[in-house]
């Protein structure tokens, strides 16, 4: 279900439809926001994990302290995305009226008791499902939990979700990479050896799948990164041998179509066995294999 609105008969439909309407407005139109939302949470979630500096690959292998920082960080993109100003209180001014934006990646949020009976944007993340809920409610009291924590916060309780206009109800947001590939697969790979082995082995593993330059990066771990995958020593150089070419979504869209490799974008490579002696001579003769 993409999105599940309120009706036009609940008590907070006032309250929040035009809450929803300013968003959608703001985001470029319905469509746009069912594009980029979940594109800035995988943005997000990336940038917490920073594959690059630390060697990390999965949420889990962050602190407890950055996980928190996530929902700030998810706070800061969305904000940025939809050009709202920070609001006198609370953390969104959506035409004037004060929005809180809650970030879970569990199954509830924590909300505070400045937050009850205040509208605020609800998100909510599974990195194990690549599914996003993203709604708007106003947080009353009864919509709450009983149970307090230790910080004297509360969730929304199943009854209470019901009173929530959800825009984005079990989207599919992209999927980290690296959850594609087992333990012993990453592990291999961070042990290949130097920049250009280890960007060349994740081609040889990962074939006839589109892969960004942010994973390139973060398993080059250098800052001459795309030198990796060139010719001159790169990755090209050692699988050419092998008989496995690698295709930019820049320059080689002509090959690229020519297999039937499916859509490959700028920012993204794909690498190729060729199945036939008739592909085996195409990429010989437009050098991509030795």
Known sequence: MATLPLDSTHPDYASVHPIVKAI?????????FEVNIPIILRTAIDEVIDTPRTGRFLLEQTEKTEKTYLGTKVEILVRAFL???KGSVLDMNVKGAEVDIKNTMGTNWSIPRENVGRPALLIRSSEAKSLCDIGVAVLHDGYLNPGQNQDAKRGVSAAGAANIWWML???PY???FWQ??????????????GGSARIAALFEMVQGRPISRVQIQGLARQLDYMKRIRRNGGA??????????IFSGVYDQEPIKHLGLGLVTREEFISYTPKSTDEVSYLRRIGHID
């Open 236 to 245: 090209r150089d050692i699988l050419a041998p092998k008989g496995i070419a």
């Open 83 to 85: 050009k709202f100003s």
């Open 180 to 193: 594609l590939l087992s333990d012993s697969q990453r592990k291999a790979l961070i042990n290949a050896g």
């Open 174 to 176: 992209p999927v980290n």
């Open 169 to 171: 109800r079990q989207h």
């Open 24 to 32: 959608y407005e703001a985001a470029g139109g319905r469509d746009e």
